[in-house]
């Protein structure tokens, strides 16, 4: 079965920038997406077919697609943005989720 | 604003069948083109797709559950159901029904209810 692989965290610092890195078989062939969920929360789809932002999320959200590794991005990162972070893509008409990645924002 | 809400018990027994219920309001299941499907959260894990069905009634499951799952429509009430046989323990999670929606060839789940949580316990 498919499988996406993320780094289980990522630290960041008020006002830098936080990478998340997803990885997959040729994953850049897929389109990804990436939810945020902050605790006891459902998830938010922060970003869609690979770089788009839906309506009302941040400018400072963006993502990236190629090879076998999608990255989100948040550039200027604020203590709001501190949550648990899934990439997810389609395989063959099955939705499949990454591992997560909790962001702390230190 | 389309809005989901999970229904059902909180509480299953072992070996038995998990039944929810997801009402959908602000929206027709049975228009445009969205994949209603249901996603499940272990306690202090991460997401699990269960699977999907169309508008149009055809459906796609997670190959790992597919012998146990059925997802299905009723369009007079505007609701999905989940039905998850043989339960056992590692069941126990909250259980969220969510809308796919697809542009650009890239589906994406843009509406999420609030969750569920079941327990499977005797």
């Known amino acids: 079965s498919y499988e996406l692989t993320q780094p289980p965290s990522v630290s960041v610092s008020p006002g830098q920038t936080a990478s998340i890195t997803c990885s997959g078989d040729k994953l850049g062939d897929k389109y990804v997406c990436w939810y945020q969920q902050k605790p006891g929360q459902s998830p938010v789809l922060v970003i869609h077919q690979d770089s788009k932002r839906p309506s009302g999320i941040p400018e400072r959200f963006s993502g990236s697609n190629s090879g076998s590794t999608a990255t989100l991005t948040i550039s200027g990162t604020q203590a709001m943005d501190e949550a648990d972070y899934y990439c997810q893509a389609w395989d063959s008409s099955t939705g499949v989720f990454g591992t997560g990645t909790k962001v702390t924002v230190l | 604003q389309v809005q989901l809400q999970e229904s059902g018990p909180g509480l299953v027994k072992p070996s038995e069948t998990l039944s929810l219920t997801c009402t959908v309001s602000?929206?027709?299941?049975?228009?445009?083109?969205?994949?209603w499907s249901w996603i499940r959260q272990p306690p202090g894990k991460g997401l699990e797709w269960i699977g999907y069905?169309?508008?149009?009634?055809?459906?796609s499951y997670n190959p790992s559950l597919k012998s146990r799952v059925t997802i299905s429509l009723d369009t007079s009430k505007n609701h999905l159901s989940l039905k998850l046989t043989s339960v056992t323990a590692a069941d126990t999670a909250v259980y969220y029904c969510a809308r796919g929606e697809c542009s650009g060839g890239s589906c994406s789940f843009d509406y999420w209810g609030q969750g569920t949580l079941v327990t499977v316990s005797s």
């Open positions: 602000g929206g027709s299941v049975s228009s445009g083109s969205y994949y």
């Open positions: 069905i169309y508008y149009s009634g055809s459906t």
